[in-house]
């Protein structure tokens, strides 16, 4: 049996609906059968609000629907990914690929048709044991317990990837594909660590951000959060073009340190919604400008890069 949720009639008591506006949609698949009605009235209503927190970043009024479909894993935290890609142009010699979640919000092209267009998976001990979610995901005022990780933060970041943060490059060197890579792939530094060498990101944060080594679809680096490195996994191919990566784990929860309080100051990658070392509990993560200026990058935010194909500079 489904279960599904539509943003417009999500929160039609709170917020007035706009005349066009993207539809998230979601569903459980059967790795989801043990979650009882309110973990799974929960995850959706977080996940329809994470949805609309990114399209509202991205100023999309198109009415197209993304499909979200939500399952549980062996894993220790969340992981996210759109479903599918879309080819966008040559760069640098090489095919580029769009996540086909941020493709469809663009343009209004559903490459997946009748699939989920996006993919978000969660640790059954996680979900049970660490998560918080908020009585109102949009409005945020609750305090988060000091004990538990914000669920809103959470899947706020596997939008993240589902939008933008994915591609194939090695998750260590940095090195992309011979003949493909994706949008955010295409600026990447390869090294240790890896350098995000985009021009709106780095005007952003003042420099080249480092990505994580080990997991560089995310933000920074610590000496004593090591991150476990992997070996790249194959990557699949359906209709002609490269599925993403659903390997992009959530960092593990840690406690807040005292001096912190549960807010973030600024200024740390790992300060970041989309860091790769840790998220602390009792704390709440935000889009932030390097997130945004992220979009402007991968085409999301500037008609100019796709107005006649995919332009590289």
């Known amino acids: 049996m489904s279960f599904r949720l539509v943003l417009a009639g999500a929160f039609a008591l709170t917020v007035a609906p706009a005349a066009a506006q993207p539809i998230v949609q979601v569903?459980?698949?059967?790795t989801a059968s043990m979650l009882t009605a309110?973990?799974?009235a929960d995850?959706?209503?977080h996940l329809v609000a994470a949805g609309r927190v990114w399209t509202a970043a991205l100023g999309v009024t198109r009415p197209v629907t993304i499909d979200v479909r939500v399952g549980i894993a062996a894993i220790a935290t969340a992981n996210g990914a759109s479903a599918a890609t879309a080819p966008v142009g040559v760069v640098a010699g090489r095919d580029t690929y769009e996540q086909g979640a941020a493709y469809e919000l663009r343009t209004g092209i559903d490459v997946n048709g009748a699939q989920a267009d996006a993919i978000v998976n969660i640790g059954l001990a996680y979900l049970r044991g660490e998560l918080w979610f908020d009585p109102d995901p949009l409005a945020r005022v609750v305090p988060v317990p000091a004990d538990r990780t914000d669920a809103m933060s959470v899947f706020l970041h596997e939008w993240g990837h589902v939008l933008a943060y994915n591609g194939w490059s090695d998750p260590t060197s940095g090195e992309p594909p011979a003949s493909y890579w994706s949008t955010?792939?295409?600026?990447?530094?390869?090294?240790?660590p890896t350098l995000f060498a985009a021009p709106a990101s780095?005007?952003?944060?003042g420099g080249a951000p480092d990505l994580t080594t080990g997991n560089n679809k995310h933000w920074g680096n610590a000496d004593t959060a090591a991150v476990a490195l992997r070996a790249p996994p194959p990557v699949a191919w359906r209709d002609g073009a490269p599925v993403p990566w659903a390997v992009c784990?959530?960092?593990p929860s840690r406690d807040a340190p005292p001096s912190g309080a549960g807010t973030l100051r600024g200024g740390s990658l790992l300060d970041e919604l989309m860091n790769g070392v840790v998220f602390y509990r009792g704390t709440r993560y935000r889009l932030s400008a390097l997130d945004r200026a992220v979009l402007l990058d991968v085409?999301?935010?500037g008609e100019r890069v796709f107005a006649s194909g995919f332009d590289p500079g």
């Open 249 to 251: 784990e959530l960092p």
């Open 43 to 45: 995850i959706r209503s």
């Open 184 to 192: 955010f792939d295409r600026w990447m530094l390869p090294g240790a």
């Open 38 to 40: 309110q973990e799974q």
């Open 202 to 205: 780095s005007a952003s944060w």
């Open 27 to 30: 569903d459980f698949d059967a």
């Open 299 to 301: 085409g999301l935010l």
